[in-house]
């Protein structure tokens, strides 16, 4: 492997050679987990809990609930994942031995479909492997770009995020006419092969990743200026921010390194609700499809299958969005930041499940709408995927400081958790039925859009890449290594 930091070069508008490996990993690992999370709702609705679930109770309820669990699991354990990755063992092994727990995880899915201990393990596994190597890959595309070709790294975001969606894709549209032709187990089998393949494909790069090494027993971590700057709250200057108290006992990369992870903290909040309702396009969308007529012309589609509109849409979107509309936008002479597409994204957002809403309105009295409609608050929603999370990926990266990168980007994972924690509750409780639920998750992102302008309004933006770590000061004098941004 490659040395921990490479050297910053002349500029230069090459790609480095390692990228393909990692992109190449992605497409193939998210076409695994797409291609299982397009058919679990449906899965556990009409397969595994028809024979556990008691007559008098709502499969379909019981199966979002189940479903966002997992999905809690999925993007709590970046938490635990980033961490290794930071402080033990470094991403490129977290990646590579949770790609294997990952394996194992598919196989359970498909050798114990009819076993609900056996399938529930195999979620439980998936979890951890997915769940620990998410925050690992982003970072690591980050890891491999120098002050040299540093500006490439929106463009190659874009591209990492493209691969994601075109493996989701090919999982959407393949996988459910799997299920109702071949059953289960194939079903599950072929995403487990493509997990398999992804986890060939990362080790086949090992000779040429840029290995970033974890940092061990950092005295000045963000716990430990929190603390120091709690302890000594009295001694901090009128006027000045509350972990400047640290400053006696950490340096200022430290301190100015814990207030970006603050700084975003607090940028994360207001994604959360993004999350609400995005995650449940697997579930309470494709639920709310199979009920509509699900023949276009010559065609019949599986209500899992409609899944395959937002992967469709964000390849087609990314490029017109990135090399065509914020240029364009941007030569008008106001630039489409990433603190303004994300506010935009939200509402976008709760348009999206207002339509929703309607279409619910008109089905419950009694008119049946055909599959094609949920092409419109699909739609709108990837506009918004686009905005808000696309967006995210590289916001948390660049906004993190070196020593934190992937826990920073655990954190940007686990407002998706809380997310789909809160989202497996109200439906384990039947608290919303019919178009409540889509106006009630839509008012929520409403009101989140304005709280996330509020708070982007006073970020104050700054960029960290491999071989310039050193943050711009509080006061606004620039310092070596980093860039100031317009918010």
Same mark, same amino acid.
């Given at each position: 492997?490659a ?36 058919v679990?709702?449906i899965?556990l ?10 007559p ?15 999905m ?10 980033g ?7 470094g ?22 479909e009819?076993? #609900? *201990? ?6 439980? !596994?998936i979890? =951890? $492997? /997915? ?6 890959v982003? &970072? ?15 463009k ?17 549209l ?5 299920l ?33 090494? #974890? *940092?061990?027993h950092?005295?000045h971590?963000? !716990?430990?200026? =929190? $603390? /120091? ?7 901090? &200057? ?11 006992e950490?340096?200022e990369?430290?301190?100015e ?10 940028l ?16 309470t ?8 007529d ?12 409609i899944?395959?509109i ?10 017109? !969005? ?54 419109l ?28 990168k ?19 509750f ?7 039925k ?14 989140a ?11 104050k933006?700054?960029?960290?890449y491999q071989?310039?770590g ?9 310092a ?8």
């Amino acid at each position: 492997m490659a040395a921990a930091a490479p050297r910053a070069d002349a500029r230069t508008d090459r790609f480095p050679p390692q990228i393909p490996f990692i992109i190449g990993n992605e497409a193939c690992e998210r076409f695994s987990f797409y291609g299982m999370r397009a058919v679990l709702t449906i899965f556990l609705a009409d397969y595994l809990l028809r024979e556990t679930v008691g007559p008098g109770e709502d499969r379909a309820a019981i199966a979002k609930s189940h479903f966002h669990l997992f999905m809690f699991g999925v993007y709590w354990f970046p938490l635990v994942g980033g961490w290794l990755a930071d402080r033990v063992f470094g991403k490129f092994k977290v990646i590579f031995w949770l790609s294997l727990v990952y394996c194992l995880g598919h196989a359970c899915l498909a050798f114990f479909e009819d076993v #609900p *201990t056996g399938f529930y393990l195999g979620l439980l !596994l998936i979890a =951890v $492997g /997915s769940g620990g190597i998410k925050p690992c890959v982003a &970072a690591m595309v980050g890891d491999q770009f120098t002050e040299a070709n540093k500006h490439l790294i929106n463009k190659v975001f874009s591209v990492f995020y493209w691969s994601i969606n075109l493996g989701s894709f090919f999982a959407a549209l393949f996988i459910p006419a799997v299920l109702a032709k071949w059953g289960p187990a194939v079903a599950f089998g072929i995403p487990g092969v493509l997990m398999l393949l992804a986890t060939i494909i990362f080790w086949a790069g090992r000779r040429h990743y840029v290995v970033v090494p #974890p *940092t061990r027993h950092d005295p000045h971590s963000f !716990l430990r200026v =929190v $603390g /120091s700057a709690l302890r000594g709250r009295g001694k901090k &200057a009128p006027g000045s921010h509350w972990l400047d108290a640290a400053r006696a006992e950490h340096p200022e990369l430290a301190v100015e390194g814990s207030k970006a992870v603050l700084r975003l903290v607090l940028l994360f909040i207001p994604v959360m609700f993004f999350w609400m309702i995005f995650d449940q396009k697997a579930s309470t969308l494709v639920l709310q499809a199979k009920v509509m007529d699900p023949h276009v012309g010559p065609f019949t589609f599986q209500p899992s299958q409609i899944q395959i509109i937002n992967p469709a849409l964000v390849m087609l979107l990314i490029p017109l !969005l990135t090399l065509g509309v914020y240029p364009l936008v941007k030569r008008t002479g106001w630039e489409l930041t990433p603190l303004r597409r994300m506010p935009l994204g939200m509402v976008l957002c709760a348009a999206s499940y207002a339509i929703a809403g309607l279409f619910q309105i008109r089905m419950d009295a009694g008119q049946v709408l055909n599959i094609a409609w949920m092409v419109l608050p699909y739609a709108v929603l990837t506009v918004a995927e686009i905005l808000v999370s696309t967006t995210g990926l590289e916001f948390a990266y660049t906004q993190a400081p070196r020593e934190m990168k992937s826990v920073v980007q655990s954190l940007w994972l686990m407002a998706t958790a809380l997310a789909n924690i809160f989202v497996a509750f109200i439906a384990r409780i039947d608290a919303f039925k019919g178009p409540s639920q889509f106006f009630f998750y839509g008012t929520l992102a409403l009101l989140a859009g304005l709280m996330l302008w509020l708070v982007a309004r006073k970020f104050k933006v700054r960029d960290y890449y491999q071989g310039g770590g050193t943050p711009v000061p509080t006061d606004g004098r620039e310092a070596a290594g980093t860039q100031a941004r317009p918010a």
